[in-house]
């Protein structure tokens, strides 16, 4: 069942939208040809704490057919290059309330990819316009796959908005990107986020690569001096994502974070997302805002462009 916000509440997921919007502004401010992809969420991530909030999971920045999940190792040396087209997913938490968003940047000229960033873009204006109490969720994921598609491109199908929780990035309802004939509707004062993705290829995506992303499933606990010492960085996320590298920052060694995560995963205590790929390796472009569904509806992380 979807969480419904009450009054008190608001203005926690309210501010953490805000942050999150900043942030996400300052990493498309910050992110140039030649910056390791490391470099730019670690800033990110330091923006997101200075502004007061913690973060709702570790920043991403897929790169090219990678639609989500890329967040590399702390000794990680992959720049971003000529050509690429990178999507930034960043999320702020406020008292475990979330502001979730996303944008796409492309260090290139090409129309055709041009035209793929506007695609994921406008689709999310449009799914905006729809954003009211009552409106059916197949409406939102028809009004993106048309938009998409009237680009010459295809949605994502297999990913999808959702709602937002209390230190709980993905809750419902899912938001689909196509018309999934689910006629359950948006009701007041819900949480959610929309994020359409647009691509070259199918419309498909699948794990590919070695997970760095991660969340706790279990209270189980663990025999291994390294893993206790994770167990218990771990626990501060409060159920929320953590990357390899948070752990490894936290414990002062990628060796003990490696050792550790690995008896972790073994025992069924976390969950593991590797890297989605777009299947037919097409380019992946992705637009994203929270909404506080009402009336009035708030786009929580809509913020000024120089802000």
């Not at 949605?155 to 809750?171: A, T």
């Not at 205590?269 to 569904?293: A, D, R, T």
């Amino acid at each position: 069942m979807a969480m419904i916000i009450n009054e008190e509440s608001k203005e926690y997921f309210i501010h953490a939208g805000q942050i999150a919007g900043k942030a996400l502004n300052y990493a498309c401010k910050t992110i140039k040809m030649g910056m390791p992809v490391r470099e730019l969420l670690d800033k990110v991530e330091l923006k997101i704490n200075d502004l007061g909030a913690g973060l709702a999971f570790p920043a991403q920045a897929s790169i090219n057919d990678i639609a989500a999940h890329f967040c590399p190792k702390n000794d990680d040396i992959i720049e971003f290059q000529e050509g690429d087209m990178v999507k930034i997913d960043i999320g702020a938490e406020v008292e475990g309330f979330i502001g979730d968003n996303a944008r796409t940047v492309y260090f290139g000229k090409d129309p055709e990819l041009l035209k793929l960033l506007e695609a994921s873009k406008k689709a999310l204006q449009n799914a905006t316009k729809l954003v009211r109490i009552g409106t059916p969720l197949n409406l939102i994921g028809a009004e993106i796959e048309k938009t998409i598609m009237s680009f010459g491109f295809n949605p994502i199908r297999n990913l999808s908005g959702h709602g937002l929780g209390v230190y709980s990035q993905h809750d419902s309802p899912t938001i689909p990107n196509y018309d999934n004939n689910d006629t359950s509707i948006l009701e007041e004062n819900e949480m959610i986020a929309i994020e359409p993705f647009a691509t070259t290829g199918a419309g498909l995506v699948k794990n590919h690569g070695e997970a760095t992303l991660f969340s706790k499933i279990s209270d189980k606990n663990s025999r291994n001096p390294f893993a206790r010492d994770v167990l218990k960085v771990i626990n501060k996320f409060k159920g929320l994502p953590f990357s390899f590298a948070q752990i490894t920052k936290n414990i002062g060694s990628a060796n003990k974070a490696r050792i550790g995560l690995q008896d972790l995963n073994q025992l069924g205590i976390l969950h593991g997302y590797p890297p989605l790929i777009e299947k037919s390796n097409g380019i992946v472009s992705q637009h994203e805002h929270s909404f506080l569904v009402a009336d009035k509806t708030i786009i929580t992380t809509m913020v000024d462009d120089d802000e």
